[in-house]
């Protein structure tokens, strides 16, 4: 099933890097009006490339976790079957 699943699976991360990006360009937008400041910026100021870092992390991972688990159930309708691990049954068994 991996096999299979691989080639939505890097459209979704594809995606969802794209959509990630204009996110927190929007959200950088509602904090300052300058661009996020990037780590090869001689003259960036310490607390406001922690913040842009940090704000593209954590957008970055809810993005691609969100797109990924769509694609996985999206796969599951299409074939039957959950590419990747099933915990969730195993643990409720549990």
């Known amino acids: 099933m991996k096999l299979l699943f691989a080639p939505l699976g890097i459209v ?3 995606l969802s890097s794209i959509t990630a990006r ?3 360009d929007r959200l950088w937008g509602v904090l300052d009006d300058a661009r996020a400041p990037l780590p090869e910026q001689r003259s960036a100021p310490w607390p406001k ?3 842009g870092l940090a704000i593209e992390g ?4 809810v993005v691609s976790g969100l797109a990924d688990h769509a694609a996985r159930r999206w796969f599951e309708r299409l074939t039957g079957r959950w590419p990747g691990e099933d915990t969730g049954a195993a643990a409720e068994e549990a």
Do not use: D, E
């Not at 954590?58 to 991972?61: C, E, I, L, T, W």
């Open 12 to 14: 979704s991360g594809r």
């Open 49 to 51: 490339l922690a913040a």
């Open 58 to 61: 954590a957008v970055f991972a």
């Open 22 to 24: 204009r996110l927190t």
